[in-house]
């Protein structure tokens, strides 16, 4: 595996490699969820580029930038054990200049849900992989579906700017219990951890729900909400998988997304239905 640090370096190294080009871009502190984005583009692509850069910008002041769990040689190990070919390892300063062009994201979806109580987040995040992903030039890039939100605007920005890259979704990964893999469940006490089950167990319910032929959204959030009652609830939605609002269920076409706060940490969590 090589280590780069700088686009420019990355750019001349990528121009030599005449290969298919999988692209796993993450904030490093590298889980079973990382892993399994990292497995996907190695099954379809002959060279696999992963990115390790806490972006600064997707961060709103007060936010958990400076604590952003990291622990470099660990990741470095499981890039290494994963047997990609480049770790790109940037710098801020290797990323950002001053007075930035960036891009804005929508008007609409990117302030709901995740963007409602971070409002310059989504713009922070496409601004980045859209640096990256010109950086790379990858045939594809990989994305967890957890971040379901992330996961439209970024397919958002690749359709609508016209952009040469496939975006390809990544099923999330659970914990034995049930917990969606984060880099932020590290923050979790042992009390939190088992609080945070409510999370998945609320989906459940929603599911169970669903099989026996409750499609009604506002019956099946009420109920979500009255379980996740003792947690913060930032949010929980059930829409079309283009994100609009919907009266009923319809399997195939739509996402269940709950968002808490379990002690200082923001959880996120959802079902494709
Ligand atoms: O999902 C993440 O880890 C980040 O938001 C991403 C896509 C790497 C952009 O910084």
């Known amino acids: 595996m090589k280590i780069i640090s700088t686009p420019l370096a990355l750019k001349t190294y990528l121009k030599s490699i005449d290969k298919s080009i999988g692209f796993v871009p993450t904030m490093g502190a590298l889980h079973e969820g990382h892993i399994s984005l990292i497995k996907e583009a190695k099954k379809s692509n002959e060279f696999v580029v992963v990115s390790i850069f806490v972006n600064p910008t997707q961060f709103a002041k007060g936010e958990d930038l400076l604590k952003y769990p990291s622990d470099e040689l660990r990741d470095k190990k499981i890039c290494e054990m994963s047997g990609i070919d480049v770790l790109f390892y940037p710098k ?10 960036s891009v804005l ?25 859209m640096k990256l992903l010109n950086i790379v030039n990858p045939s594809k890039a990989y994305f967890g579906k957890k971040d379901a ?17 496939e975006i390809i979704a990544v099923d ?15 923050y979790l006490s042992v009390d939190e951890r088992e609080d945070a089950l409510c999370i998945s167990r609320s989906l459940n319910l929603a599911s169970s729900m669903i099989s026996k032929g409750i499609m009604d959204v506002e019956s099946i959030t009420e109920a979500m909400r ?38 200082t940490t923001r959880l996120l969590d959802n079902i494709w239905l």
């Open 226 to 263: 009255e379980f996740l009652t003792p947690l913060e609830i930032y949010y929980v939605e059930i829409l079309s998988r283009e994100f609009e609002k919907i009266p009923q269920v319809t399997i195939g076409k739509s996402i269940i997304l709950v968002e808490v706060k379990v002690g």
């Open 149 to 165: 939100q992330q996961l439209m605007l970024i397919e958002l920005m690749v359709k609508q700017l016209f952009m040469d890259v």
């Open 172 to 186: 999330t990964v659970r914990e034995n219990d049930g917990l969606a893999m984060s880099s932020r469940n590290v």
């Open 92 to 101: 801020a300063k290797d990323i950002y200049g001053e007075d930035e062009v």
């Open 105 to 129: 994201a929508p008007k609409i979806r990117a302030y709901i849900l995740e963007g409602f109580t971070r409002p310059s987040h989504f713009n922070g995040v496409l601004s980045v992989v």
